[in-house]
């Protein structure tokens, strides 16, 4: 697996395209987790320092990101079935947070951290269409601008960059179309349809089971055009869906100077002895036991 020189990734062979394929598994999962956290720090109730108008706009913004976030559990799911449409198994482990530099390039900072300004810019940056060229939100520095190394002389794959989500989908497309050109659909599409998810089976809206180079190609373009909203501007794409949270937060603090629509909330919160870089230990018992509790429910579902 390799950048050609225009920036392109080029897929060479199945293994490329399953490594890819589990990269993007992994950044679904992940970034679904950064949207569900900003949403659960969202304050309730009037009580909270929040006018009746206010706790209307926070209630619309708490809806808005459930719906990404169920969006993005879709995208994981698609993306699942890619692989096992090729015959690799599913992908469902992501990275611990934060994110440590190097699993995802340089331009892909991954955390949790609770809502505010910052956190959505940093969601604009993240779902931006392939090309636009965007800073990211305070907080979020991108202070190793690292390339990953590619080894092209190497039979198995290694890290490739990619400016964005666009980037990245659009690499595993072409190669797809590649390998079902030189392999045969019969060839490349090798597992069985009955391994996959469906919407018989799960009742995700746009979930379907993937048979051919098709649906494969459609699948991908499902998820860059609902997170993007490109090629062709979507209202109701993930970019554009941020972008009116934000105008809208910016206008309810422009009406009211103190206007705070989330819990204080630790950044990267973990519960593990060793703490890394950007990250905070939960000290208090009682927490420790229900948060302890949520993560193994998590990972039972």
């Known amino acids: 697996m390799s950048a050609a020189d225009n920036g392109a990734v080029e897929v060479n062979d199945r293994e490329e395209l399953i490594y890819l394929l589990t990269e993007a598994a992994e950044f679904e999962h992940t970034v679904m987790c950064s949207y569900l956290y900003a949403m659960w720090t969202l304050k309730r109730a009037p009580a909270e320092d929040l006018t009746e108008q206010e706790l209307s706009l926070v209630d619309r913004w708490r809806a808005q990101l459930r719906k990404v976030a169920l969006?993005?559990?879709?995208?994981?799911?698609?993306?699942?079935?890619?692989?096992?449409?090729?015959?690799?198994?599913?992908?469902?482990?992501?990275?611990?947070?934060?994110?440590?530099?190097?699993?995802?390039?340089?331009?892909?900072?991954?955390?949790?951290?609770?809502?505010?300004?910052?956190?959505?810019?940093?969601?604009?940056?993240?779902?931006?269409?392939?090309?636009?060229?965007?800073?990211?939100?305070?907080?979020?520095?991108?202070?190793?601008?690292?390339?990953?190394?590619?080894?092209?002389?190497?039979?198995?794959?290694?890290?490739?960059?990619?400016?964005?989500?666009?980037?990245?989908?659009h690499a595993i497309a072409r190669g797809i179309v590649r390998l079902a050109d030189e392999l045969g659909e019969q060839g490349l599409f090798v597992g069985h349809p009955d391994a996959q998810v469906g919407a018989l089976d799960f009742g995700l809206p746009g979930l379907f089971v993937i048979q051919g180079t098709s649906s494969a190609l459609s699948a991908i373009e499902e998820?860059?055009?609902?997170?993007?909203?490109?090629?062709?501007?979507?209202?109701?794409?993930?970019?554009?869906?941020?972008?009116?949270?934000?105008?809208?937060?910016?206008?309810?603090?422009?009406?009211?100077?103190?206007?705070?629509?989330?819990?204080?909330?630790?950044?990267?919160?973990?519960?593990?002895?060793?703490?890394?870089?950007?990250a905070v230990r939960i000290e208090h018992p009682d927490t420790r036991r229900i948060v302890d509790l949520g993560d193994s429910i998590y990972t039972l579902m």
Not at 73 to 101: D, E, K, Q, Y
Not at 231 to 253: G, W
């Open 71 to 169: 969006e993005e559990m879709l995208h994981l799911t698609l993306v699942n079935n890619l692989l096992v449409s090729i015959g690799a198994a599913p992908h469902l482990w992501r990275p611990p947070f934060p994110v440590p530099r190097g699993l995802f390039p340089a331009d892909v900072l991954l955390n949790l951290s609770p809502f505010s300004d910052a956190a959505l810019d940093h969601f604009v940056f993240l779902e931006r269409p392939e090309g636009i060229t965007l800073v990211d939100g305070a907080g979020f520095e991108h202070i190793d601008h690292y390339r990953r190394l590619t080894a092209p002389d190497l039979l198995s794959p290694a890290p490739v960059d990619y400016d964005s989500q666009g980037h990245l989908y």
């Open 223 to 278: 998820i860059v055009i609902q997170g993007e909203g490109a090629p062709a501007h979507s209202e109701s794409s993930h970019y554009a869906r941020f972008q009116n949270v934000r105008d809208e937060l910016r206008a309810a603090r422009s009406a009211r100077a103190d206007f705070e629509p989330a819990h204080a909330s630790a950044v990267n919160p973990v519960l593990s002895g060793l703490v890394a870089d950007g």
